[in-house]
């Protein structure tokens, strides 16, 4: 007999569970998107110690439903606009509920044929949505720290001379500095690399941005020559296609042609921004990337695939591979020509990730992700616009996708200003209905309001919009007063 | 007006998942564990580019169950007896369904107050079940690779007068090679670690075992003189409870002394039978974990939780905090004193997890947990019984927990041995009703049977003994022929 839940009790709580999805999906934006709870709150609702016996799939889900659910960050809300702003989409939901009950581990092909096939397949339809050479390989990892981390590993290893795998880096005099250059606007991930891999964050260039916040070609050639007369030898360079502050690009195709020319490695951080390149008339933007040693781009940022999901594409896998492979004895098996999906990381366990990926193509269609993107990108326009129209608001970096940088202009000084500005944030944020995000741009406070969920419409952008101005109008009176 | 599916066409779409995925939790044990297909078989059944057009749910539900779920080797199968066997338990699969509809990331407090406060919760309801002291404090990763790489990257980061994080290793001729020791018979996680961490896997000793597959004590010690004579470093020791091939356990009692006398790091890597530990009664066998600096145990093994689940124990987690925390502007919060989960690790996004671990832990509770650990236990001894009954099989290594390593002791050689459990191996897995996997011990090919799904029975043991001895038979026959 099965030591499981019994069907007569797991077959009802999944229907339970079924409606409370789709009712959290069709209700959740009646729920402040940020809950209103303390530190400690939550951990005070739950006992200290775990329960000795069991307990009913009901009364576990009446606890969801009273101490969990109420108190989440709603990012699947259509309000939620910080960071970047996601969506957990009806058909990647039913790909993760499957998934865990399928529970396989796809480290080698034998241990589950379909998902590393599907997975190889779903990540080229990706590539050729992206527009990418064939040439490209795909595989999915969690995180794009941690598909930045696996790409930056793979420029230390191809080296020459070096054998980092075998030698490592430490009590090796005869090898000098690795050198990463990125632009002072990209993710922390590429520092996270740097430390893990042993670079030392102090090996990663933060190349100046311009006044649109993509990185300064010139300034990056003089840091790698200057790298070059000081004896350390420049490794890989990081582009970025749509960094977190502003969505910017960087001259990704110069940046290339320097790459090609000095032997550096190109990676290109796209875990945001490459869903627009989908959009054959947003592909310009992305010029360039087509020369890249590997690209990391994120379904579960805005291709409305549940967390997670990160994809990196290389240009030669076999450098991937060779990195990494190790295979133990426990692991052997007789397959020839197969993908191993252990031997491109990391990690050895693999979540069957594809699956959840292949259904929100499916029911979406290119051309329905394609409208998505374009309506989120349009959306961002008209908020952009209604913003310049307010004399003392100034949006202040362009908009080249869905997220939209801007500023209240209050305050006597730009002191004064980021106290505003961090004052307006707390207020739009304690409302509810909304939720924004800051960032610093040239050192000074700026919100954020990134559209990415699929439930967003025209009437949210509107409505917090007005949520921003009415907010702001208080606080001005308060001042006032 | 959302874009995402319509709830006519979700609700549905998720009542006929819930029903596919309880079907499947009662009928898995029809199937082949592994399917009988050959490599590109599945990708031939797959478009190759994806679909302009969005389809019905129902028409990928149905591809789903025509193409993808004969063709994934079934892990939750209660004849998935290889590696190590896990179960993707139904309240486990409630949690992740539930954690992809939230689609929260937890990588900040404020970004998911429960899931934040709910990991460390729950992660502190495991320590109290393995009976670990108050100061360890657990976080959820992806997988072991993960937690034991972020572990050694803290035994890194504390070497005194290293300032790795910052400088790096490279181009320092000022510092030594950092040694780690670890068995012979541990994962290959370490390898993975060292390499990634740009220590290298030179700097990897690999201590050689005793007749129980042990680490040899005085080797470890010899091992860390001879480096220290050398001019290297020892950095860290990885010793393992319940190590991949045949779940031995290392002399971690003795380990943590020398670890303590010498300075050194202590990581347990108790992956796969940590779940043994919240049984009182077999407790005894990782004594001395308790003075361990990181233990990595993964639920998503032998706890009957969805993969992926990684829990990483920390003795002063600040260690990892200051190797790994890097607060960019756009993360910037008011909070103070709350756990910022992106702070403990290279990945800044966190998946909501601790949803089904908490969820397994209440629907069994503790002693429900228990008896199904001492069970499997139970069953694998009645194995090894079984087995030892037979003159021309040999149970080759103890068995102190669900895993029975055994030899058909056929053929005149020992290469021919070799060959012929290598013979044996595929013929049982070709049946269907089981799945096994092998491993090398002494440089021998050697059989392994692991217990750990909810769904196996002692019919499915008795069955699955059947089926070896058969096969065995049928081989030996041929032989003769």
Known sequence: MSRDVSDSELRP???????????????????????????????????????????????????????????????????????????????????EALSAALNVNAMLWRTSPAATELEERVCDWLRQMLGLPEVFR?????????????????????QPGLEVRELGLAGRPDIPELVVYTSDQAHSSCDKAAMTLGLGLRQVRRIESDEQFRMRFESLVEAVEADRRAGRRPMAVVATAGTTSTTSV?????????????????HVDAAYAGSAAICPELRDLFCGWERADSIVFNPHKWLFT????????????????????????????DEEDVTNLMDLGVQLGR???????????????????????????????????????????????????????????????????????????????AQGPVFLSSTKLDGRTTLRTAIGNLKTTDQHIQDAWQIVRSAADRLAADQLR
């Open 351 to 429: 979540r069957f990730r594809s699956l959840k990926l292949w259904m929100v193509i499916r029911a979406f269609g290119v051309e329905g992700l394609r409208d998505r993107i374009r309506e989120h990108c349009r959306m961002a326009q008209d908020l952009a616009s209604l913003i310049d129209e307010e004399s003392d608001f100034e949006v202040v970096a362009p908009v080249p996708f869905s997220v939209v940088c801007f500023r209240w202009l209050a305050g006597d000084s730009p002191e004064q200003q980021d106290h505003r500005n961090e004052a307006l944030l707390n207020e739009i944020n």
């Open 250 to 266: 960087d001259p990704i195709d110069r940046i290339a042609e320097l790459c090609h020319r000095e032997g550096l490695w190109l």
């Open 13 to 95: 709580a999944l229907h339970r569970v079924a409606d409370m999805i789709a009712d959290d999906l069709q209700d959740v934006g009646q729920y402040p998107v940020m809950p209103r709870v303390r530190p400690g709150e939550v951990a005070s609702m739950l006992p200290g110690s775990p329960p000795s016996e069991g307990e009913s799939l009901n009364r576990i889900l009446d606890d969801y439903a009273r101490i969990i659910e109420p108190n989440i960050t709603h990012w699947n809300h259509p309000g939620f606009l910080g960071y970047f702003s996601i969506t957990g989409s009806g058909p990647g939901i039913l790909g």
């Open 138 to 158: 795909g595989h999915i990892n969690d995180t794009a720290s941690i598909s930045t981390m696996l790409a930056l590993a793979a420029a230390r290893h191809v």
């Open 306 to 333: 549940p967390f997670d999901c990160s994809v990196l594409l290389m240009r030669d896998v076999d450098r991937l591979k060779s990195a990494f492979s190790l295979v133990p004895d426990y692991l052997k098996t």
